[in-house]
């Protein structure tokens, strides 16, 4: 690995540097050094994994199929690996991340402890000037950020944080080191994803849990469960069959909708449909359903009802069942959080749902959680309070375009990008599940190996060409952002308030009332097609010189 660091070097140090070193940098790697390019990865994790090192927590797993996770790439890649259980936890996830990366040796490429802070594009000399948290300056013709959806944490801003006398970390941060919950008393705040996978996991393991609640989310059982020796072989055998299945579905994943019709059925034949998928691994009940769900109020609320039918026939209490289904939204607007014993969870006798939509959490204190109603003493504080989304990783680097562009101010307002994957003004750039990416909204790693085949595709061009600089055109950004936004405007997540629609409250500037494009809602087949039109129309969009 070079690790040259002068400024005024004519050849730069690298052809390309791909930052991040989780599911996406591991495949745009391998596939950079099989076509023998001069690439490194650098990280700032202290090893690779991405999501799958950094998100700790208990009950963190897979809501895709394992085998419809990992790479495809790799015949032999899939003949050698178990997947254990249906839905991977995050230990195991952690390891395939690991054993990929050490069966084709891509550690040697990979650079960790490596934070880039800012990045300046020379035009003069048509490079990238990346600016390390370790005081180096590295050079390189192309960057590719591989910078992950949900890599930031936002905590919520409220007021005594730093007087807590007990231990309080985000979700993302979860210790490494074993954390020994027994007899303690544990808060914890937000029912997202992740909220309703550490709350299921946790309840019957700690003393005491109190759960915050702001708003209640849908959910559905993931019904997880091991995969024989025997289920495995099957699965390797049709793993052709079972990815091309992925790429024909709107989302990457095995489910596809059921084109029946909503209206064109009878209440009792949705009735059946629906009483099977809830009961149904994964994703089914959301992806399997019909379409109008999604798309109309009206079917949407049959739909909810019967979710809320189901929630209601899981809780005790019924106080407590009503607080936990949601008013405000219907289910599935936006990706649905997948749950293990969930709900069960509030039947336990050690386990409080706090309301702070009715009594709002007023500070942390010394001692735990004041709400305008009571105080809370806790030993731990969870922060199970979501991300600053896609755009969240960018913002955390200067990154210093063409013309004195700034990404963070042109971005200030909500992204623009092409496909994704290019941003006008900023040269020799291509984000792998970059905002307004196909990728990002789905199965992860069949987005990213879209992602990334389109940007090698791209760069063989720039190298077939000798071209040195290259870059979408404004008029490709907009054209792509505006279809972007009229997609969401075809489904009823256009209203979700989420990371999808770019808001958090607890990032300024992303609060309510705030919409963001943030990502493409056409579906993976319809994505594939428009990057396909791209590269079969002499990279239609994208100029280079
Ligand atoms: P999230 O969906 O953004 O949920 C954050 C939760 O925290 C919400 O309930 C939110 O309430 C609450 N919250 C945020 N700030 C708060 C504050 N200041 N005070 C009180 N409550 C606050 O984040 P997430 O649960 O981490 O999930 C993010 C995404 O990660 C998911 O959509 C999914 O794509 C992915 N994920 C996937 C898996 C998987 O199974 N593979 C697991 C976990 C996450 P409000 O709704 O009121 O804002």
Same mark, same amino acid.
């Given at each position: 690995?070079?690790?040259?660091?002068?400024?005024?070097?004519?050849?730069?140090?690298?052809?390309?540097?791909?930052?991040?070193?989780?599911?996406?940098?591991?495949?745009?790697?391998?596939?950079?050094?099989?076509?023998?390019? $001069? &690439?490194?990865?650098?990280? &700032?994790?202290?090893?690779?994994?991405?999501?799958?090192?950094?998100?700790? @927590?208990?009950?963190?797993?897979?809501?895709?199929?394992?085998?419809?996770?990992?790479?495809?790439?790799?015949?032999?890649?899939?003949?050698?690996?178990?997947?254990?259980?249906?839905?991977?936890?995050?230990?195991?996830?952690?390891?395939?991340?690991?054993?990929?990366?050490?069966?084709?040796? +891509?550690?040697?490429?990979?650079?960790?402890?490596?934070? /880039?802070?800012?990045?300046?594009?020379?035009?003069?000399?048509?490079?990238?000037?990346?600016?390390?948290?370790?005081?180096?300056?590295?050079?390189?013709?192309?960057?590719?950020?591989?910078?992950?959806?949900?890599?930031?944490?936002?905590?919520?801003?409220?007021?005594?944080?730093?007087?807590?006398?007990?231990?309080?970390?985000?979700?993302?941060?979860?210790? &490494?080191?074993?954390?020994?919950?027994?007899?303690?008393?544990?808060?914890?705040?937000?029912?997202?994803?992740?909220?309703?996978? /550490?709350?299921?996991?946790?309840?019957?393991?700690?003393?005491?849990?109190?759960?915050?609640?702001?708003?209640?989310?849908?959910?559905? !059982?993931?019904?997880?469960?091991?995969?024989?020796?025997?289920?495995? #072989?099957?699965?390797?055998?049709?793993?052709?069959?079972?990815? =091309?299945?992925?790429?024909?579905?709107?989302?990457?994943?095995?489910?596809?909708? #059921?084109?029946?019709?909503?209206?064109?059925?009878?209440?009792?034949?949705?009735?059946?449909?629906? #009483?099977?998928?809830?009961?149904?691994?994964?994703?089914?009940?959301?992806?399997? $359903?019909?379409?109008?769900?999604?798309?109309?109020?009206?079917?949407?609320?049959?739909?909810?009802? @019967?979710?809320?039918?189901?929630?209601? &026939?899981?809780?005790?209490? !019924?106080?407590?069942?009503?607080?936990?289904?949601?008013?405000?939204?219907?289910?599935?607007?936006?990706?649905?959080?997948?749950?293990?014993?969930?709900?069960?969870?509030?039947?336990?006798?050690?386990?409080?749902?706090?309301?702070?939509?009715?009594?709002?959490?007023?500070?942390?204190?010394?001692?735990?959680?004041?709400?305008?109603?009571?105080?809370?003493?806790?030993?731990?504080?969870?922060?199970?309070?979501?991300?600053?989304?896609?755009?969240? =990783?960018?913002?955390?680097?200067?990154?210093?375009?063409?013309?004195?562009?700034? +990404?963070?101010?042109?971005?200030?307002?909500?992204?623009?990008?092409?496909?994704?994957?290019?941003?006008?003004?900023?040269?020799?750039?291509?984000?792998?599940?970059? !905002?307004?990416?196909?990728?990002?909204?789905?199965?992860?790693?069949?987005?990213?190996?879209?992602?990334?085949?389109? =940007?090698?595709?791209?760069?063989?061009?720039?190298?077939?060409?000798?071209?040195?600089?290259?870059?979408?055109?404004?008029?490709?950004?907009?054209?792509?952002?505006?279809?972007?936004?009229?997609?969401?405007?075809?489904?009823?997540?256009?209203?979700?308030?989420?990371?999808?629609?770019? @808001? *958090?409250? *607890?990032?300024?500037?992303?609060?309510?009332?705030?919409?963001?494009?943030?990502? @493409?809602?056409?579906?993976? !087949?319809?994505?594939?097609?428009? +990057?396909?039109?791209?590269?079969?129309?002499?990279?239609?969009?994208?100029?280079?010189?």
């Amino acid at each position: 690995m070079t690790e040259q660091t002068s400024d005024d070097k004519t050849s730069p140090d690298y052809e390309t540097i791909i930052i991040g070193a989780g599911v996406g940098g591991i495949y745009q790697i391998k596939r950079l050094t099989d076509l023998g390019v $001069n &690439a490194t990865v650098l990280e &700032a994790g202290e090893d690779l994994g991405g999501t799958w090192f950094w998100n700790r @927590y208990p009950g963190a797993r897979f809501d895709s199929e394992s085998y419809t996770y990992g790479y495809s790439f790799s015949k032999e890649l899939l003949d050698e690996w178990h997947w254990k259980e249906r839905f991977s936890g995050q230990p195991e996830n952690l390891r395939y991340l690991n054993y990929v990366a050490d069966k084709f040796e +891509l550690r040697q490429y990979m650079q960790f402890n490596c934070r /880039v802070d800012v990045m300046r594009f020379d035009e003069a000399a048509n490079i990238w000037r990346l600016e390390l948290n370790d005081g180096r300056t590295l050079t390189s013709r192309v960057v590719i950020t591989a910078l992950g959806l949900l890599s930031i944490p936002t905590p919520p801003r409220l007021p005594g944080m730093d007087s807590f006398e007990g231990q309080a970390f985000h979700t993302f941060n979860w210790p &490494a080191e074993p954390l020994d919950l027994s007899d303690k008393r544990v808060g914890v705040i937000g029912t997202g994803a992740t909220g309703i996978q /550490v709350i299921g996991e946790i309840a019957d393991k700690v003393g005491d849990l109190t759960v915050f609640q702001r708003r209640p989310n849908w959910s559905a !059982p993931l019904n997880n469960g091991p995969i024989s020796e025997e289920e495995m #072989d099957d699965i390797r055998s049709r793993y052709d069959e079972i990815f =091309a299945q992925c790429k024909r579905s709107p989302g990457g994943f095995e489910h596809t909708p #059921d084109r029946r019709g909503f209206y064109n059925v009878s209440r009792q034949e949705r009735l059946e449909l629906w #009483d099977r998928l809830y009961d149904e691994p994964g994703f089914g009940i959301w992806l399997q $359903n019909f379409l109008e769900i999604f798309i109309d109020e009206e079917p949407n609320e049959e739909f909810s009802e @019967y979710i809320a039918g189901r929630m209601r &026939a899981r809780v005790n209490d !019924p106080e407590v069942a009503e607080k936990l289904i949601p008013k405000d939204h219907g289910f599935g607007y936006q990706r649905v959080p997948m749950e293990t014993n969930y709900l069960e969870a509030f039947n336990r006798e050690n386990v409080h749902l706090v309301d702070i939509s009715e009594h709002p959490i007023e500070e942390v204190t010394a001692a735990g959680i004041r709400t305008t109603a009571a105080e809370h003493d806790l030993d731990i504080i969870v922060f199970a309070t979501g991300f600053d989304a896609i755009t969240g =990783a960018f913002d955390k680097i200067e990154i210093h375009g063409a013309d004195g562009a700034i +990404l963070a101010e042109e971005w200030k307002d909500g992204p623009s990008t092409y496909m994704g994957s290019l941003i006008t003004g900023f040269p020799n750039l291509l984000m792998l599940a970059g !905002p307004q990416s196909g990728s990002a909204s789905a199965n992860f790693p069949r987005g990213i190996e879209m992602g990334v085949d389109f =940007a090698t595709e791209v760069l063989e061009h720039v190298w077939e060409t000798g071209a040195e600089r290259f870059e979408s055109t404004p008029e490709a950004d907009a054209e792509w952002t505006a279809h972007v936004a009229e997609m969401y405007q075809m489904l009823l997540l256009r209203k979700a308030k989420g990371w999808f629609t770019g @808001y *958090n409250s *607890n990032v300024e500037g992303h609060e309510e009332g705030s919409f963001r494009p943030m990502v @493409y809602n056409g579906g993976f !087949p319809k994505f594939q097609a428009k +990057l396909d039109e791209v590269v079969n129309n002499d990279f239609k969009g994208i100029v280079f010189s």
